[in-house]
């Protein structure tokens, strides 16, 4: 990404020349507090932004420049070069379909799967992010299962195509704090696996700093600082950052001498 500026219909700046590389097999945070721009950063990787803001600058996926790309393009990248998982599973998930077949689309359309060698790629996809009995998820509708359970599934269906990218915005907020590390820990799992570059998204460096190596962090749709997570954290440079990071570091003692963990 360089110099990524996205604009309201009116001209009001929400994001202002943003720059920013993420390199295969790389994972950087995107941090920042409510309404900083992160989620129409991820948006900008994707092509989904609104239609009535304008984008300049470049946003390059593999050798794909998204900025300005035909719908047609941008069908083509989403899912393969980069998928990404929402805080609320439920906008991923239709609500009308049963799991298994909302996982089985994807791979239907982009690996041409049919019958038997589908049916097993859904239930090893399921397995995949540790959900027990996949055939019985499977067969499940969403209001079925659990919210955590319900962000596997989704995650699952952004891993199905094996994208280069993966992007991950806040999936652990909506979830509560036992299930939160648990996927934490399942997604840091999967992508060193399979050597995935991530995008994670979280206005929480204590969550940040476990799935990522370095961080970018942003206030008014600006980069402030980035570099190495463990730096960030340890040296901010910026009272915003030093902010961030002594709230972090209330919450974790808090945690701790509650004995919540
Ligand atoms: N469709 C829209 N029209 C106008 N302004 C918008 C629109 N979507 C977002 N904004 C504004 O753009 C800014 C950045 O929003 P964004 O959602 O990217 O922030 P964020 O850092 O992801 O916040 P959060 O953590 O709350 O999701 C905010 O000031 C927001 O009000």
């Known amino acids: 990404m360089d110099g990524l500026t996205i ?24 941090i920042g507090e409510s309404g900083s721009g992160k989620s129409l950063t991820t948006l900008a ?26 719908e047609k393009t941008l069908v083509g990248v989403r899912g393969r070069s980069a998928a990404v998982v929402f805080q609320e599973p439920l906008t991923a998930l239709d609500p009308l379909m049963r799991v298994g ?6 791979l239907r359309r982009r690996r041409q799967l049919t019958g038997a060698a589908l049916k097993s790629a859904v239930t090893d996809l ?31 269906m ?8 993966l992007i991950a915005d806040e999936p652990t907020t909506a979830l509560d704090v036992t299930v939160q590390a ?4 399942l997604i840091d799992g999967l ?27 942003m206030k008014d749709g600006r980069a402030v600082e980035s570099g190495a997570v463990a730096d960030v954290v340890r040296a901010p440079r910026e009272a915003y950052t030093k902010a961030l990071v002594d709230s972090a570091r209330q919450l974790e003692s ?3 001498l509650g004995g919540v963990r």
């Open 126 to 156: 399921l397995a995949q992010v540790r959900l027990p009995e996949p055939d019985r998820i499977a067969r499940a509708f969403p209001h079925e299962i659990s919210g955590g359970q319900r962000q596997r599934v989704a995650l699952a």
């Open 182 to 185: 648990e996927m934490l820990e």
């Open 158 to 165: 952004a891993l199905a195509c094996d994208p280069a990218l």
């Open 45 to 70: 990787v994707l092509g989904l932004l609104p239609a009535d803001m304008t984008v300049t600058g470049s946003v390059r996926l593999a050798d794909t420049q998204i900025v300005g790309a035909a």
């Open 191 to 217: 992508v060193r696996e399979r050597g995935m570059a991530v995008l994670f998204v979280s206005h929480d460096l204590a969550v940040v700093s476990k799935v990522t190596d370095r961080v970018l962090v």
């Open 254 to 256: 808090a945690l701790d």
């Open 101 to 106: 077949k909302q996982i089985a689309e994807p």
């Open 7 to 30: 604009r309201t219909g009116d001209g009001r700046a929400l994001v202002s020349e943003l720059a920013f590389e993420v390199a295969r097999g790389e994972r950087l945070g995107l």
